[in-house]
């Protein structure tokens, strides 16, 4: 087992993995920006490496100065939670050419992962569906024209280096197909420096459910079942749960082992989610995978009993996976809701600033998996997550009851937060009834 870990990141998941750290006995290197020095959740580190200034590029994204912190904590090997550096296969590959393990997949997979022109073809020969469209990467308008045709409007035009929903144009006509192919392939080349595009069958209202997956060097490939991540704002998940409620449980089956299908094809080690839109009819379609430990994770943890950050850990140090697929239990239902510093009611807009009062949930059946406390600022510069409140319970029902109890409790004073949007959705009757997809956030708040 590794002795010392850098954990490359802050924040929430930096302190989530702090906390996995301490309780496999490894050592824990924290690195931070001159905006997190004093933050109260760096205390839990065995040492505090200051790498840079507040923008993360010269900090939390800046490869040399975390691995030259690296080299001098003398650590086995770097965590990079999510964000930042997690799927960045340049990194992964500095860290084991300097001898430190990178605690996620190997490179080659993340780099077929990351395209997702090469991910569809990856499922196709996996045997995991895809939704219908062009072959590869469409070149020319005539192509675009045919396709399209063939497989009948409305059809939705997709950057192949894509992610987020950047890169995305819907065209229902041939008209506004051309438009469209230009605007996304503009938008592709300022986003990710790629304009490669290509074509497939629009989907309307689908559902998001993913697949956890944890993978080990022995050939083990196993699922924690899926997350329901519909509730969404503009690409941004606000709630998330599992299990995926109304999902038949032959579907489930199926898309959980189609999962485990493209992890293997895909050579897959470590924890990592494969994301599937689903229609009415509950059809599923693989959509694009995440090579890192995702934000929603202790929603599957809760249900399943595994601690996925400890495995990712045990994993990259060389350990089986002890459990067969027949032992991983689905137990209950858990829900999570993303505490962000923003304003619900202004257009969501960042609320940076010093919390003045803060009084957390608790009791029966809650998880609070935060950085913040009484006193804590928050800095402008980063993503404005400042706590998952996870809850888990025997039902649907009374992990509703428990989340709005928990939401009630909740106080945070100082800065505007999430907390009241979140209560109005756990009390809307389409929620409530499991009846919601990706379009229900702005179907019901437009404004
Ligand atoms: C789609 C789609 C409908 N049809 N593809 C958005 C982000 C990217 N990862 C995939 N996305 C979508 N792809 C087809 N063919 C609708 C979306 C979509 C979406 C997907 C998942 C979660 C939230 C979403 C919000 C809007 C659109």
């Not at 469209?133 to 024209?145: C, N, Q």
Request: hydrophobic share 40%; proline share 7%.
């Amino acid at each position: 087992m590794f002795q010392r870990i850098l954990v490359a990141n802050r924040g929430e998941i930096a302190l989530r993995v702090f906390r996995a750290c301490k309780e496999l006995g490894i050592e824990v290197v924290a690195v931070c920006s001159e905006a997190d020095r004093d933050a109260p959740y760096l205390r839990v580190a065995d040492r505090v490496i200051c790498i840079g200034p507040a923008p993360s590029k010269e900090s939390y994204l800046d490869i040399a100065r975390i691995i030259s912190a690296a080299e001098v904590a003398d650590v086995d090997a770097i965590h990079p939670g999510y964000g930042f550096l997690a799927e960045n296969p340049s990194f992964a590959e500095v860290c084991r050419s300097c001898k430190i393990e990178f605690i996620g997949p190997p490179e080659e997979s993340m780099r077929l992962l990351g395209n997702k022109v090469e991910a569809r073809e990856l499922a196709r020969r996996a045997d995991v569906p895809v939704i219908p469209g062009s072959p590869g990467p469409v070149e020319t308008d005539k192509e675009a024209l045919r396709i399209a045709r063939e497989i009948g409007y409305p059809v939705m035009i997709k950057a192949a280096a894509g992610g987020g929903g950047r890169g995305m144009r819907i065209a229902r006509n041939d008209m506004s197909l051309q438009n469209c192919l230009k605007q996304a392939r503009a938008e592709a080349q300022a986003a990710f420096k790629d304009p490669t595009v290509y074509i497939e069958k629009y989907i309307e209202r689908p559902r998001h459910i993913e697949v956890q997956v944890l993978a080990d060097h022995h050939g083990n490939v196993l699922h924690l079942w899926e997350r329901e991540c519909s509730v969404q704002r503009r690409h941004q998940k606000l709630i998330e749960e599992t299990p995926a409620p109304g999902l038949r449980p032959e579907v489930r089956q199926a898309v959980c082992e189609a999962a485990v299908r493209l992890c293997r094809e895909a050579g897959y080690t470590n924890a990592g989610t494969c994301e599937f839109l689903m229609d009415e009819d509950q059809n599923f379609y693989f959509i694009e995978a995440n090579a890192r430990i995702q934000v929603e994770h202790p929603i599957t943890e809760m249900v399943t009993g595994i601690d996925i950050v400890q495995w990712q850990i045990r994993i990259a140090a060389g350990e089986r996976l002890p459990f067969r697929q027949e032992e991983i239990p689905q137990h209950g239902a858990s829900i999570e809701c993303r505490v962000n510093a923003e304003d619900p009611y202004n257009g969501f807009r960042p609320t940076p600033g010093r919390i003045t009062r803060f009084i957390p949930p608790g009791g029966p059946g809650v998880r609070l998996d935060t950085h913040a406390c009484e006193g804590y600022m928050i800095p402008p510069h980063y993503d404005s997550l400042v706590a998952k409140l996870i809850v888990h319970r025997p039902d649907r029902d009374a992990a509703i009851r428990c989340m709005l109890r928990a939401l009630e409790e909740f106080t945070i004073e100082g800065i505007k937060t999430t907390i009241p949007f979140h209560r109005e959705i756990l009390e809307h009757s389409a929620f409530c009834e499991g009846r919601y997809d990706t379009t229900f956030v702005e179907r019901h708040w437009s404004g």
